[in-house]
């Protein structure tokens, strides 16, 4: 990179720290998000520059401005920001709709500074050592009953240079709005409100699990809620929930977007995506918090997406045991498995007793129920083009030593979660040649028998 691409990067971070943060709470807190089916825009990678964007399903939530936080906070959250991405390890950025994504060094995103920093013997892998085959084209038969859908991707042709990986770029008062750092690291709501599930569980030993997701744009009603169709994978340790999940979120006044999510203790702490620096990116193409160039449409086109969680086997068979994220046909990343802890029954040293699939909504109402939208907003029994689904229901009951298998679901017995079934339910079906195992699942919130 040249010196002048440094000092223009120099002058940004300097600008971007010192500048936005005393935006009004009446302009953060405008306007409420309903569904929207235009197609966010995606740019060519560029030089770096100093144009900011904004998220307001974040800033919705306060006023604050990070000059308004006890100096210590103020200084620790700008420190963050100065070393997710440093100025000299930035080459190129992309524009994803309204989001924009610094183009950072491989080897200088924050988890491997990280890891070098504690002193760890830290070696990179760029795909799972096991050997997986390619996606195969989906299989058409006279028997299968359900139809195809189209491939909704995050941007065409459109991905940072090699041996760089997207990070997307964070305002101060986005985290400001959280209160603190560590709050906006794993997005802790405030102790009001619930969250209300529509699922189904397979309890077994597995090494991951994966689905074609279908994608929509659900009405958000309010500032802090959230909307969510994803995979989780699990294990309990020590009474406490370690979990890894995947899937696309909406948050209020943003589009939907590609999530990832890990929590080592039951949700004491964790972060999304890459933003404590501990997930460690080897994608240059795949948007984390990126949202997609096509949303599904009542009655109309739909979208989905392959995403996917695998262990890559067990260190005691020789294997790395990380964490890894599928998107399409892309290995995005790992968790190292050193996060989750050694002790047997950890989901460092073991495989996970348990994995999910379907949706989930936070609702921050104090009373009475919210009317963000679950999915598509309508129930499963409306089924395709109506109704949010979630399809090729698969897992790994082994994967490593350089050796790989799935399974469908439905050689399990499942259990179905559903905390308010008059606001969001699920229905699990068993088995279409096209779709495989499949699951639709949602509902539109508060409704006359979800008051």
Known sequence: MSDKSIHIMTQYRQSFHSSVVMIAAGVLLAGCASASDNPPSASQPSAPNSSTDQEPQLLALSGNALSALPPTESAKITAYLANRAPANAIVANVTLNNDIFDCVLINEQLSIRKLKAQGANFVLHHAPSSILPAPTAPVTSAAGTMPLANEALQATNVHC???????????????????????????SPPNVGQHDHAADWFS????????????????????????ISQIWVQTTYNNLIQSVEAGVQRWYGGNTEFFIYYTPDGYASGAYNDDDGTFIQTDNSVYLGGDFSNYSSFNGTQWDQFIGIMKDGLVENGDSGDWWIRFAD???????????????GTLGANAATRFAFGGEVYDNRATGHTGTNMGSGLAPYLGYQNAAYQKKLRYYPYVGGGGYNWSDVDVLSNTGQAEQPN????????????WSDYIFFGGAGRNASCP
């Open 204 to 227: 077994t030993t597995n090494y991951g699990a994966e689905s074609r997701i279908n994608i929509w744009n659900p009405y958000i009603e309010n500032s802090g809620e959230f909307s």
């Open 423 to 434: 606001c969001y339910s699920q229905a699990y079906t068993t088995h279409d040649l096209n």
């Open 161 to 187: 240079p090699d041996a760089t990986v997207p990070v997307k770029r964070i305002q101060p008062t986005q985290i400001a709005a959280w209160g603190t750092l560590d709050n906006y690291l794993h997005r």
């Open 330 to 344: 892309k290995w995005v990343g790992y968790w190292p498995t050193t996060l989750f802890g050694w002790e047997t």
